[in-house]
């Protein structure tokens, strides 16, 4: 045996040896003369070219390679290392480089042996075999070739050896198959004949030794004396030496059988079965069922070999004898020319259904291979039925949604070879594998797909064809990232596909036109930022922060989240923590793409910037973005060639472009040091005086592209002198500004009604109006300033400079607008006209109304004369707008969309209906539409006064303002505090309170006098007072209001941060503005249930100090009084306003009005708190209110109805002294339809309160109806019921209302006859028994005699004079069965 050794062999040059080189064999030359050039090499003892060196062998470790003994070519290892020769193969597609995340981490020194590094990496088989034994050879038949008269066996050609073997099992290559046929002929040849065959078998079975007959090969794996068939009991069914690859596995296929056999006959009946059950156990379940299919197959096999072979062997007894060796081999060939036979028939049978039929001279077409070919037969039809079972969406090239039954023709491209063939289109899941394809295309296809996939599914197109979002699928599915990766990609169509696809996810362009509209509308140019409102934020945690801790915290923790989880709910937030900001200015400044890509990327910075002020801070810090943004996209000198007809940039690098205006003035309204830092460092001074004081005409660009950049530029200066800055360009540019001014009237003479230049030029009409508003705005405050700067003097550091623009200089464009106006009255007649300058003349309104509210401000501006000129204003120009039937068109639109008719119609629609959901697309809109009804709101007080039939449409304007109330979005905290102060609380908008309402609700009591009862205070100090009506607590509380508006605008004095940043907004003080993005919508300013904002605030600061455990014994000094007030304000809207409050449930209505009882001790004993508590309660308990309440039903800023009420035990058991009121509220939610829990708590846990509950069943203002329907089921709070009567704990004298519904529910159990459980029997028994047994004979008689509910009874409910029949029967059942089981006892 040869043992195995590593070489090391190394190419290496010839060597020089004294002068002359040793010369190399060459063909033809003997091997005399090979030893003679043997002999010369080593006489001259040249260095050979092949090293060997020792290899270490790592199985072994250094002991191994210390062993000196051992021969130095023993254990080594072949390694060839070829000079100048690369590591790595070049690659060989055209993919982008992949960067190593290893490579990076993997240090090498100089002295590290490069063998030692491929040893330690080598994952040869070498090194996972640790010891290869060969196999003895020394038994097998050496074959002698034949002799042939050449020196050189012949070679022989595959082209002339017929292919007739056909693989059993694998596959073989086609030389392989070749040699196996010679083989299989060279067998043939030497083979025995069948006639010496059948001789054989015909030999008994027992006369045959273990090694066979002398003389003869023995026949290989029969076993010894056994009579059975060769065929069905020899041959292995599992093991068939298949994978030997050599001539001799069958034979040792067979050598392993008869040893198992062997094995088997050693064995008893018992040791087999119990071994097979052992291998049952340990064996895997599929397993044994994959082998027992391997021997049923072979079973059916033998079955069909039998019969092929009982036919053959009569007619080979003629065929004449060649051999004296019979061989299992030949019946081996039959079965393989059988088995070839039937694979020929398959092959015929099946070509005629075969596409394309195969020709014999044809190359490399042998052997037909079936499954590559069956993909070009005929697609099968669509399935056409209709299941449940939702299927898979598969979209177009374009993004359509392709329907599940829709036959598409296949050359558009739609099939493939993936799942569900038969349907055209492609899943997201195959998109998104194929988008990480190494083909470029592919890569490149994949990513435009699924953008236009993402820009229909946001337009709303598959809402009704497909089950759940698709944006969210996707981002969960890790969308995002997959277009960030793509971002990096090299190629620059994936890079611009990827862009493309950001864009169609990040913006939507409707969005941006709408807001590019309302820019100039009323407060339009400031907007929501484009923050999320489904942050995932531990609010709890973070009510005793301020905001800027707030905000500090949740920037650390955000930072301190992997990027999968903030994109998760902010996908700005997102990108922005993967650096995009750094990979866009790359591309722009580096790759310079194509104009559509630039476009998209300065789409997808302005949302970006649309996000919040963290986003515009990242985006202004990024290195050399702006700088590229500015010089690239806002040249001010560029080619002129631009402007030609027809001129085709193929980029947009050193032109200017209204889409980065558009982004500079978007990152503009961040912020106010954002703004500064754009005009000073980023030199945007230069660049708005040169896109506006030329005509966009005059510039050299497409007209179009010129408005659009000239209108975007005069909105960045808006934006500019919204914070009073750059209004040192309005004197540099007023002659611009005037010349524009002249010519707006003329621009209908000019564009055509129809023409889109006119929608454009409107447009940059009205940004030029919205600039000088701001700059009015801004000098209106000059003169505040200045006297704040004369008062201060120079020490204070902190005041504000006044700005570089007077009042005198923005006065005297007032006329140009004016008559500007005047003529859009003049064309307001026609349609067309009117709807193309209703822009136009909505800004020049809003400017005349900012103009004369600062006019009416300065000192030096006479106030007759203002006066003066608004008269003429309102004469000639107001009123004959309202007058304008193009006026009421408007209201007519409003009115389709709305479903109303008039003002007073949207008036009632906007109140009655529910709030509007608060999103981030519909929250700009609804910020308008809040403008509106409180402009409405300010014109019907005004009319308060001077309108004798105004009381009509009073209550109307006043729900309105409170719904208004409740409802307006963060950023108008001003109108909230108008809205508070001048309309809420004003008592012309409460004509009931003048109009006989008090005696009204007097009069209602008292026709309602039976189901709703007035509460008594006994044992209160209420009851030294005359006790007051309904009507007088109304009266009180109308002549009241001016203190309740004082207790609520202290109560909300948490908002005045946000109140003075709005208020800065609304009245125009520009200097004071820090950012036109508004705060981020999470729901309205104030909560629906405001008018207990004082209780529940009071209720707040009492747990608070209570869970720090202190004890606050700081109460306000007018405690009484707010609370009082707070009383009178819900009573007053509970009676007058009761649809006001719809909005809040009855159950939170009744949990804030609790709170009186748990803030301040005894202040409920207070007789005003007591009155207007009892009588709230009152209105609570009505029939309709108490079918509303539900208390088992999450309530809006409680977290446990339940944590709420056992606190009002609590309080009930420490201060009550016994009060019926307090007693009302603890009785109120014991009700049988709410949870057994309450009652639980009642009777389980805070029994004593039983003693204390003293509510008159005359006076308790809730039918006990409510409390004894149905019966009680459960078994514990049955048996506490019964256990408090027993034990005296619960007693008609000290709690009626509880002792009624006790005794009607354990009277309902012990003689009900519904069937129960076993255990509920056995209860209902004994308590029969232990009831028949009690010593107190009135508890005894009200438990077994009672009958009915009677509120007219002093007991509260009637007894049975006698029990009926089947009762008495029921009741003598259970005592003589006890008197019985006692007797025997007794017996016993």
Not at 1353 to 1379: A, I, N, W
Request: charge should be negative; charged fraction near 25%.
């Amino acid at each position: 045996m040869m043992a195995r050794f590593h070489v090391k062999a190394r190419w290496a040059r010839p060597q020089e040896q004294e002068g002359r080189m040793l010369s190399r064999p060459k063909p033809g030359e003997s091997e005399a003369d090979l030893l003679h050039f043997q002999n010369q090499f080593l006489a001259a003892r040249a260095s050979p070219a092949v090293k060997i060196v020792k290899k270490t062998d790592k199985r072994k470790g250094e002991e191994g390679s210390r062993d000196a003994e051992r021969p130095p070519l023993q254990d080594s290892k072949d390694v060839v290392m070829l000079d100048d020769f690369p590591d790595v193969p070049p690659a060989l597609t055209p993919t982008p480089p992949k960067k190593s995340k290893i490579k990076s981490a993997c240090v090498h020194f100089e002295d590290e042996d490069p063998e030692e590094r491929l040893e330690s990496h080598d994952q040869h088989i070498t090194a996972v075999f640790s010891k290869i034994i060969e196999r003895d050879t020394s038994a097998v038949a050496v074959t002698i070739p034949v002799p042939s008269g050449d020196p050189f066996p012949r070679t022989f050609h595959r082209s002339a050896i017929k292919s007739e073997v056909k693989v059993g099992s694998g596959r073989k290559s086609i030389f392989a198959q070749k040699i196996a046929a010679r083989r299989a002929a060279e067998k043939a040849a030497t083979a025995p004949s069948a006639a010496e065959c059948v001789q054989i078998r015909s030999v008994p079975v027992g006369t045959l030794g273990p090694e066979g007959s002398e003389g003869e090969a023995p026949l290989p794996s029969l076993g010894v004396d056994k009579t059975v068939d060769f065929w069905t009991s020899q041959r292995p069914y599992i093991i068939t030496g298949e994978g030997l690859g050599n001539e001799k596995s069958e034979q040792e296929a067979q050598a392993i059988h008869k040893e198992n056999l062997e094995k088997l006959q050693s064995m008893s009946q018992e040791e087999i079965l119990q071994e097979r059950e052992r291998l049952l156990a340990q064996l895997d379940s599929s397993l044994v069922a994959f082998l027992k299919s391997r021997r049923d197959g072979d079973e059916g096999q033998k079955k069909e070999l039998k019969k092929e072979r009982d036919g053959p062997e009569e007619s080979l007894e003629t065929v004449p004898q060649h051999g004296v060796g019979a061989s299992p081999s030949i019946q081996g060939s039959d079965m393989e020319e059988s088995v070839t036979k039937e694979e020929n028939e398959k092959v015929e049978s099946t070509e005629g259904d075969l596409p394309v039929k195969p020709k014999k001279e044809w190359i490399h077409m042998d052997n037909v291979e079936f499954e590559k070919l069956e993909w070009m037969r005929d697609l099968p039809p669509p399935r056409q039925k209709k299941t449940r079972k939702g299927m898979q969406a598969r979209f177009s090239l374009k993004g359509e949604l392709i329907p599940a039954d829709a036959d598409l023709p296949t050359h558009l491209g739609l099939h493939h070879h993936g799942e569900e063939a038969e349907r055209a289109g492609y899943s997201l899941q195959e998109l998104f594998h194929l988008s990480r394809s190494q083909v470029i295309q592919q890569r490149t296809l994949a990513l435009q797909v699924l953008g236009r996939i993402v820009q229909k599914s946001r337009a709303g197109e598959f809402t009704s064809s497909l089950k759940g979002s698709v944006l969210r699928l996707l981002l969960d599915a890790g969308f995002l990232f997959l277009l960030r990766f793509s971002l990096d990609d090299a190629v620059d169509n994936v890079m611009a596909a990827s862009v493309a696809a950001l864009r169609a996810l990040l913006v939507s362009l409707d969005d941006e036109k709408y807001l590019d509209w309302t820019f100039s509308w009323y407060q339009g140019m400031a907007a929501f930022p484009f923050v999320p409102n489904n942050e995932e934020e531990e609010e709890d945690e973070e009510d005793e922060l301020t905001g800027t801790e707030k905000s500090q915290d949740k920037k650390l923790k955000d930072e301190n989240k992997p990027d999968p989880d903030v994109a998760r709910y902010d996908v700005v937030k997102g990108l922005l923590k993967t650096r995009i900001q750094h990979r866009l200015r790359y591309i722009l400044e580096v790759v310079r793409p194509v104009p559509t890509v630039v476009l998209d990327i300065l789409h997808i910075l302005t949302h970006i910037a649309r996000h919040s002020s963290e986003a515009c801070s990242q985006l202004l810090d990024c290195p050399r973005l702006i700088e590229t943004i500015v010089r690239e996209f806002l040249p001010t000198q560029w080619d002129p060639r631009v402007a030609e007809p027809g001129c085709l940039l193929a980029s947009v690098h050193g032109v200017p472009c209204a889409g980065a205006m558009k982004f500079i003035r978007v990152l503009a309204s961040g912020g106010r040091n954002a703004t500064a830092r754009l005009l000073n460092k980023f030199e945007m001074k230069s660049c708005l005086s040169r896109f506006i004081a030329e005509d966009p005409l005059d510039l050299l660009l497409p007209k179009e592209e010129a408005i659009r950049l000239s209108t975007e530029a005069f909105r960045l200066w808006a934006v500019a002198a919204g914070y009073s800055q750059a209004c040192d360009l309005y004197r540099d540019l007023y002659p611009v500004l005037v010349r524009i001014l002249q010519s707006l009237p003329e621009l209908l003479g000019v564009y055509h009604e129809k023409s889109p230049m006119l929608e454009l030029s409107v447009q940059r009409a009205t940004a030029v109006v919205t600039l000088l508003i701001h700059v009015t705005q801004t000098a209106g405050c000059t003169t505040e300033l200045q006297a704040q700067q004369s008062s201060n003097g120079s020490e204070d550091n902190k005041q504000i400079l006044p700005p570089p623009v007077t009042w005198n200089q923005v006065s005297s464009l007032r006329p140009f607008l004016e008559t500007g106006l005047k003529r859009i009255l003049q064309e307001i007649s026609q349609t067309e006209t009117w709807q193309a300058l209703q822009p136009l003349t909505t800004t020049y309104m809003i400017y005349l109304g900012v103009y004369y509210s600062a006019c009416s401000q300065q000192p030096s501006v006479n106030p007759i004369d203002c006066l003066e000129e608004l008269e003429h204003l309102t004469s000639e120009v107001l009123l004959p707008l309202l007058s304008q039937p193009a006026l009421h068109s408007m209201w007519d639109l409003l009115s389709s969309v709305l479903d109303f008719k008039g003002l007073k119609d949207y008036l009632h629609l906007s109140w009655q209906t529910g709030p509007p959901s608060v999103t981030p697309s519909s929250a700009w809109i609804l910020r308008h539409e809040y403008h509106l009804q409180y402009f409405v709101l300010t014109l019907a007080r005004r009319m308060a006064g001077t309108c004798p039939d105004y009381a009509q449409h009073a209550s109307l304007h006043h729900c309105v303002a409170m719904a208004l109330l409740s409802r307006l979005l963060p950023g108008s905290e001003h109108l909230a505090h108008e809205v508070l102060l001048d309309l809420a609380f004003n008592p012309e908008f409460f004509p009931e309170g003048k109009a006989g309402g008090p005696e009204a609700a007097d009069f209602s009591d008292i026709l309602h006098l039976g189901t709703s009862a007035k509460l008594a205070q006994p044992g209160s100090l209420a009851a030294f007072f005359s006790k007051p009506t309904r009507g007088v607590l109304l009266r009180e509380s109308y002549q009241n209001l001016r203190f309740i508006r004082s207790c609520y605008l202290s109560h909300f004095v948490h908002l005045q941060p946000t109140l003075v940043r709005s208020r800065a907004s609304y009245q125009g003080q520009n200097y004071l503005i820090q950012s036109m993005l508004l705060p981020a919508v999470k729901g309205p300013i104030l909560p629906s249930d405001w008018p207990f904002f004082p209780l529940i605030k009071l209720y707040n600061k009492v747990t608070s100090a209570e869970t720090r455990g202190a004890v606050l014994n700081s109460l306000p000094l007018d405690l009484v009084n707010t609370v009082t007030w707070n009383l009178q304000w819900i009573l007053l809207l509970e009676t007058w306003r009761a649809k006001t409050l719809q909005s809040i449930p009855a159950a939170a209505k009744l949990a804030r009005l609790m709170c009186v009882f748990l803030t301040g001790g005894d202040l409920f004993l207070e007789a005003p708190i007591h009155c207007y508590t009892a009588a709230l309660l009152s209105l609570y308990c009505q029939p309709k209110a108490l079918d509303s309440l539900n208390l088992d039903a999450p309530l809006p800023g409680l977290a446990s109805f339940h944590d709420l009420y056992t606190s009002l035990l609590e309080q009930f058991e420490g201060v009550s002294f016994g009060d019926p009121l307090f007693g009302a509220f603890v009785l109120l939610p014991l009700q049988k339809r709410f949870s057994v829990h309450l009652r639980l708590s009642v009777f389980g846990e805070h029994t004593s309160i039983l003693r204390a509950l003293r509510v008159p069943l005359q006076q308790f203002p809730v039918p006990l109806e409510r409390y004894t329907a149905p019966p009680e089921d459960n078994l514990n709070l049955l048996r506490l019921y019964f256990r408090t009567l027993v034990t005296g704990a619960l007693r008609h004298s000290w709690c009626p209302v509880l002792y009624v519904v006790a005794v009607a529910h354990v009277n309902s159990f012990i003689f009900s006859q519904d069937s129960t459980t076993q255990e509920g029997d056995a209860a209902r028994k004994s308590m029969l028994k232990k009831t028949w047994l009690l010593v107190d004979k009135t508890l005894k008689k009200h438990l077994l005699y009672y009958k009915m509910l009677n509120a007219e009874s002093p007991l509260g409910f009637d007894l049975y004079e006698q029990l009926p029949s089947m009762r008495l029967k029921y009741l003598q059942m259970v005592t003589q069965k006890e008197k019985e089981e006692n007797a025997s006892l007794l017996v016993s």
